[in-house]
């Protein structure tokens, strides 16, 4: 078994995202800050990253794009061919350079087995991100030859498992050797996040078997013949890990053999987990806690004495079947001045509060009639190398707040304007929805502009925070929405805070985006968090958990200095309100009526005002466009039917309006617009039809929409709702043809 210690809100608008139970709360109480004579640079001389992805169109159309790992990548100056640089890219086939002065670069590759390559046009870098798509070939001729294939468990699940909370990252390789004696070829080649892999340089004369492994489990050995491996790119049969993940059946708090869900602070809480495994292994059982210690880490239960500040705390465990299998859960308790009565300690609770990447390929997913299918890339790490860890959360905090004045939620609300005990302000811009497309919080938002700078909140409520594993705690009820109007803390969950404004001591008139998590609930002495977990699939770290909707790039790995240019580079953003998105308060009226889906006179009248302050905090440009386009001729009604002029429409079925406001705007806007940081030779905020004729004709878009790594729509509810709309989204994109576009194809479910 390889697991490894990981070191290499708002969120998705899904919009403002606020932050679902459970979350690691912390005690940063270690003094660390950005060097005191470090300042931020005018944004002209910051410089930027170089960041992308590399994949593989195997020779002679033979097979899909495949994302490609550990393949080296340098920059050199364009102009003294000096190296600056190298990378490698990841189990997703990602990349990502430091951050590099402006100027011109070649972006290079030399690997063995694959051709050498270099970047044309060379990458101007100046003050934003520059992302390229690398195009590797490999070398096939009448002496090389190519094998490729994927692997699965045997739940058909990817081979591959990462859990950043946890420090684990299990990964499986595809073991070549040469069977004719001869000792032609050997190789172990490391498979990407799907599974997928591609062996270069293959002697034709080789007679090879393919195997996989994870950890300890392996597969058969599926056998390649000199002949075949003159003809092309050779496909293997898809090979099966004999290794089933553990499910995990259920979690439960107790206190003296009874479940509860709430409990007075210091009470001592026994945790239970529940977990099986379809192969016998023995089980093996780690337990971490949000907020304070836990003993008994090591098996299915632990003592857990709950911490003393109100509101929902959470512990996690981790279930492994140290063979590569895992499976991860959570369970939650409300701490409140009063324990829970004798009658109110029913089974409501253990509903199954668990997430296996076993069960989610095999079973019912988040939202009622959900089907959730196997997905290599979790939800909400597109930003996330496997590298990041508590630390780089640590760092980020200290490097937006040097001097540490925003540790509390209280302390966050005199920062920025709003009454430290109440979180009220004279001219803050309120409201309370939910937001449908999103994680099915109610959303109590709260947004403050101060001058240039904008201060914002927002805290989340839930009917059931302990919903079962069909909601993953986005239950999306419309009765959420009424709790955010009433925003009595007692229901509160976490509070997320984001600030545009100049980090405290450094230039005065240079403004950035940062973001703050609070928990537990809305409480002046709620703690800063590192790491939240939006939707039942694991805590992820900030600031990388924010960026995936927010728009922006942080590359710092761990161990790494936070510099100021990593704070001023970000260019992440505000989000825009959408309210074709909502759901919206109306207490004492059914979850089904219809008036909760349309917004009022009122409502639409303050959701502008807040636009309005989105569009004055500088937000990339694709958010001005939507906001602009919503409210063209001095609108104060948000107009749904918006579409960029950059789709056109040309009156048939099959138009780029149509891919717009049929697929884009519902399943692809709702993060990618704020991905406006970019260089525009790969710009991917779908601004633009041509952007995504690019996307498509580089072969990007079909592996992450419809391959087997499935990492499209990039968050739970917008996913689920892309492959189970009516019509079907996927079938539109798949059958979709243009001037320049060629249908998709297979799309499959």
């Known amino acids: 078994m390889s697991r490894g210690t990981l070191k290499s809100a708002f969120q998705c608008q899904l919009v403002w995202v606020g932050l679902v139970l459970p979350l690691l709360v912390v005690n940063l109480s270690a003094q660390r800050s950005v060097p005191g004579d470090a300042k931020l640079p005018p944004s002209g001389d910051l410089g930027a990253r170089v960041h992308g992805v590399v994949l593989t169109q195997l020779p002679d159309g033979s097979g899909p794009a495949i994302f490609v790992p550990e393949f080296q990548l340098y920059l050199e100056d364009a102009n003294t061919k000096k190296k600056v640089a190298a990378t490698v890219s990841d189990a997703r086939g990602r990349y990502m350079f430091p951050l590099q002065p402006p100027g011109t670069y070649n972006l290079r590759w030399n690997n063995a087995g694959w051709l050498e390559g270099r970047m044309a046009p060379p990458l101007n870098i100046q003050s934003k991100g520059v992302y390229a798509v690398v ?24 081979p591959f498992y990462f859990d950043e909370y946890f420090g684990v990252l299990e990964r499986s390789f595809a073991h070549v050797t040469d069977t004719s004696g001869r000792n032609l070829f050997s190789a172990v080649v ?85 977990a099986a495994d379809p192969d016998g292994d023995a089980l093996e059982y780690r337990w971490k806690t949000s907020s304070s210690e836990i003993v008994g880490k090591a098996s299915n239960s632990a003592s857990w004495t709950l911490p003393t500040i109100p509101g929902w705390h959470t512990a996690y465990v981790l279930v492994s079947d140290r063979k590569g299998g895992y499976a991860t859960g959570q369970l939650s308790v409300l701490v409140a001045e009063e324990a829970a009565k004798p009658e109110e300690l029913s089974m409501r609770h253990p509903k199954v509060v668990a997430t296996t990447h076993a069960s989610l390929a095999a079973g019912p997913g988040p939202l009622p009639g959900c089907l959730v299918f196997p997905n290599a890339q979790p ?109 009595d803390p007692r229901n509160a969950i976490a509070t997320v805070c984001m600030e545009y404004s100049p980090v405290d001591g450094q230039a005065p008139n240079v403004r950035v985006v940062k973001f703050f998590v609070f928990a537990p609930g809305k409480s002046p002495n709620s703690r800063i968090a590192r790491a939240a977990d939006l939707d039942g699939n694991g805590l992820k770290f900030v600031p990388y958990l ?98 960029p002029p950059h789709w056109p429409d040309s009156g048939t079925p099959d138009t780029p309006k149509s891919l717009y406001q049929d697929v884009v705007k519902k399943s692809c806007r709702t993060c990618h617009v704020a991905f406006g940081a970019e260089d525009h030779q790969f710009a991917h905020d779908w601004t633009d039809f041509e952007q995504f004729k690019k996307w498509r004709a580089l072969g990007v878009l079909q592996p992450y929409v419809c391959g087997p790594a499935k990492a499209m729509p990039h968050a739970q509810v917008t996913y689920c709702r892309f492959w189970n709309s009516d019509p079907l989204q996927p079938d539109f994109l798949k059958s979709f043809q243009t001037t320049g576009w060629a249908p998709i194809g297979n799309c499959p479910p």
């Open 190 to 274: 490391p498979m990407n996040a799907a599974g997928e892999y591609v062996v270069v340089n293959i002697p034709v004369e080789a007679e090879v078997d393919v195997q996989a492994k994870m950890g300890k489990a392996i597969s058969d050995e599926a056998q390649v013949r000199g002949q075949s491996l003159r003809t092309g790119a050779v496909r293997v049969p898809t090979l099966t890990i004999n290794n089933t993940p553990p499910v995990l059946v259920s979690t439960v708090a107790k206190v003296r053999g009874k479940a509860i869900e709430r409990a007075t602070g210091a009470t001592e809480v026994e945790c239970v987990a529940l």
């Open 546 to 643: 924010c960026l995936n909707c927010h728009g922006g790039i942080y590359g710092r790995h761990a161990g790494e200095t936070v510099a100021p240019n990593d704070i001023l580079g970000m260019f992440a953003s505000f989000r825009e309100f959408d309210l074709e998105t909502y759901r919206f308060a109306r207490p004492g009226k059914p979850r089904d009526d219809p008036s909760r889906g349309q917004p009022t006179a009122g409502e639409q009248a303050i959701f502008k005002q807040l636009n309005d302050i989105v569009f004055a905090s500088n937000p990339e440009s694709g958010i001005k466009d939507v906001i602009a386009g919503w409210y063209s001729g001095g609108s104060s009604i948000q107009n749904y039917g918006y579409t």
């Open 379 to 487: 939800f909400l790490s597109i930003k996330q190398f496997t590298d990041v860890n508590e630390h780089d959360a640590d760092n980020y905090y200290d490097a937006v707040d040097p001097n540490r004045a925003r540790r509390t939620l209280g302390q966050w609300w005199r920062q920025n304007g709003f009454n430290a005990t109440t979180g009220l302000a004279a001219t803050e811009v309120r409201a309370a929805y939910l937001n449908n497309n999103d994680l099915g919080f109610g959303r109590e938002m709260h947004l403050l502009k101060k001058g240039d700078n904008v201060a914002g909140y927002v805290t989340n409520y839930s009917t059931d925070p302990n919903a079962d594993v069909l909601h993953k705690k986005a239950n999306q009820d419309p009765l959420n929405a009424d709790l955010a109007l009433q925003a």
């Open 135 to 158: 195009a590797a070939t490999p070398v096939r001729n009448n002496k090389i030859g190519v094998v490729w294939g994927r692997a699965t468990m045997a739940n058909g699940s990817p």
